[in-house]
């Protein structure tokens, strides 16, 4: 069974960076797309970014050329890169995976981020 743990949030100024990682232990071969998601008090989780094996990536509308996605396999962890961070952007921070073995996708506990001046 694989198991995610998100960390890297915090509290930051608008306009800050902050840098997610999320870090895969287990039989982690089958995993095909890792993801992240966010959910702010009183909101549904919502999409933030995706990226598969092959390194293609997605981007919700709200935080293209904010965000980036990548993933060092070799250490068996994705990074959210969040730069030029606004108020909007607070909520908890959620890391997924999924693939063909799966039939529900894995998710972290959650880290919160909380952008305020």
């Known amino acids: 069974q694989v198991q995610l743990v998100e960390s890297g949030g915090g509290l930051v100024q608008p306009g800050g960076s902050l840098r997610l990682s999320c870090a895969a232990s287990?039989?982690?071969?089958?995993?095909?797309?890792m993801g992240w998601y966010r959910q702010a008090p009183g909101k549904q989780r919502e999409l933030v970014a995706t990226?598969?094996?092959?390194?293609?990536?997605n981007y919700a509308d709200s935080v293209k050329g904010r965000f980036t996605i990548s993933r060092d396999n070799a250490k068996n962890t994705v990074y959210l890169q969040m730069n030029s961070l606004k108020p909007e952007d607070t909520a908890v921070y959620y890391c997924n995976a999924d693939g063909p073995y799966y039939s529900d996708p894995l998710w972290g506990q959650g880290t919160q981020v909380t952008v305020s001046s």
């Open positions: 990226i598969t094996s092959g390194e293609n990536t």
């Open positions: 287990g039989s982690i071969f089958s995993i095909t797309i």
